[in-house]
Structures are given as structure tokens and as C-alpha cells.
Nanobody, 126 residues
């Protein structure tokens, strides 16, 4: 499985960005996909996750009410819509993939994912 993330960039506080992650390769079947981020000098952290069935979506408390995760089955893509961005959202954002759907509690764990994208940088600054 290969993951291609895109959509990062420089945005002012209060602005919006939309990240996309297209999966290719052996992707047939159920799956769980997620976004993690790593800020400078910090460990990577969970941001949002979604089961491919769309029945479960999970967001980190720090982004609830501002970020939305969704998927487009036809395009084999998961998106992260980010609104009201704050300087503390500055980070490299990584998409992650695993075959099969997992329980909600497991969606937040890095070690649950088999494949990772290359990361896309989001900078929130005036």
C-alpha cells in the first residue's frame, strides 16, 4: 500500500486547509485510516481516524469542533478538513492505513497502522 498526502501549506491563524491522502496498491477490503501529526520537538500524536465503512470517526480533543475527517471511496482517499487553525496546529501531518477496521480505542494508537504516508507540512503563522 502506498499513501500520497497533499494539501499542506502556510496559512494564517483562523484560516482553513484541506489535506488529502490517496491510497493505492493492495487496498481492497475494509480498512481504517487516520491522520497523525508531529510538531517540532514533540512526539507524533493522533489527530483523527475513520473506518472505511464510515460508521466511526474519531477526533482528538484538541481538534474537535474545528477538524473533520471524511473519506471518498471512489477516489480511495481520506480527507482532513481543518478550520479555525491555530499556531499550535503547526506540524507535519501523516496519514496512516491499516487493513481491517479496529475498535475506536485502537484507532488512536500508532502501532495499529501498517502503512504511513510521507507527511505534509502545515504551518499556521501570521
Amino acid at each position: 500500500v502506498q499513501l500520497q498526502a497533499s494539501g499542506g501549506g502556510l496559512v494564517q491563524p483562523g484560516g482553513s486547509l484541506r489535506l488529502s491522502c490517496e491510497a493505492s496498491g493492495r487496498t481492497i477490503g475494509s480498512r481504517t485510516m487516520a491522520w497523525f501529526r508531529q510538531a517540532p520537538g514533540k512526539e507524533r500524536e493522533f489527530v483523527a481516524g475513520i473506518k472505511w465503512s464510515g460508521l466511526s470517526r474519531v477526533l482528538a480533543d484538541s481538534v474537535k469542533g474545528r477538524f473533520t475527517i471524511s473519506r471518498d471511496k471512489a477516489k480511495n482517499t481520506v480527507m482532513l478538513e481543518m478550520n479555525n487553525l491555530k499556531p499550535e496546529d503547526t506540524a507535519v501531518y501523516y496519514c496512516a492505513f491499516r487493513h481491517s477496521e479496529v475498535v475506536v480505542s485502537a484507532m488512536r494508537r500508532e502501532d495499529e497502522y501498517e502503512y504511513w504516508g510521507q507527511g505534509t507540512l502545515v504551518t499556521v503563522s501570521s
